[in-house]
C-alpha cells in the first residue's frame, strides 16, 4: 500500500516545498494539483518540457 496526499491544502506553498515535506516524512504519492495559471504544476508547461521539471524534483 502507498500513502500519499493531495497537495491542494498546501497551494500556497511552493511546489518543491511540499515535495520534500512529502520525502521527509516518508508519504509514497502526491496527488498534485494542476491546471492553467493554477495549482503546483501548470498542465501546459508540463506538456512543453515533457515533464522534465517535475521528473527532477520527484
Known amino acids: 500500500m502507498y500513502i500519499g496526499f493531495l497537495t491542494a491544502p498546501f497551494r500556497n506553498e511552493p511546489f518543491d516545498s511540499v515535495v520534500e515535506f512529502a520525502k521527509q516524512y516518508g508519504f509514497q504519492g502526491l496527488e498534485v494539483v494542476a491546471g492553467v495559471g493554477e ?13 522534465s521539471k517535475v521528473k527532477k524534483l520527484l
Open 39 to 51: 495549482g503546483h504544476i501548470d498542465a501546459q508547461q508540463v506538456l512543453r518540457d515533457k515533464g
